[in-house]
């Protein structure tokens, strides 16, 4: 599978960004996908996950100012950020979790086998 990520930009801190990742490969329908994120010497950190089903799960951090959903038909997965804050500055990647397996509770990097090469999202105070 091949995911392709864009959206990201610089806009200032208060601002939106609409992120995208689209899916190459059969059973995109089916597998869970997650966002997250990576800043310059941090951990890669979950920011949003869905389910096949339309389940979602989110960063403590980014509840109220992020919404992640899908659209299989399009084979596209989105994440909008409002209220963007500095400390959001990061590489923004989308990745796929192995078909058949559904979304955990607290998703870590190791439970996707699929990754994107990320969106750069910039944000200025």
């Known amino acids: 599978v091949q995911l392709q990520a864009s959206g990201g930009g610089l806009v200032e801190a208060g601002g939106s960004l609409n992120l995208s990742c689209t899916a190459s490969?059969?059973?995109?329908?089916?597998?869970?996908m997650a966002w997250y994120r990576q800043a310059p010497g941090k951990e890669r950190e979950l920011v949003a996950g869905i389910s096949n089903g339309g389940m979602t799960t989110y960063a403590d951090s980014m509840k109220g100012r992020s919404t992640i959903s899908r659209d299989n038909a399009k084979n596209t997965v989105y994440l909008q950020m409002i209220d963007l804050k500095p400390e959001d500055t990061a590489r923004y990647y989308c990745?796929?979790?192995?078909?058949?397996?559904?979304?955990?509770?607290?998703?870590?990097?190791?439970?996707?086998?699929?990754w994107g090469q990320g969106t750069l999202v910039t944000v200025s105070s």
């Open positions: 490969g059969s059973f995109y329908s089916m597998n869970v």
């Open positions: 990745a796929q979790r192995p078909y058949g397996l559904g979304l955990p509770m607290n998703p870590n990097p190791t439970d996707f086998d699929s």
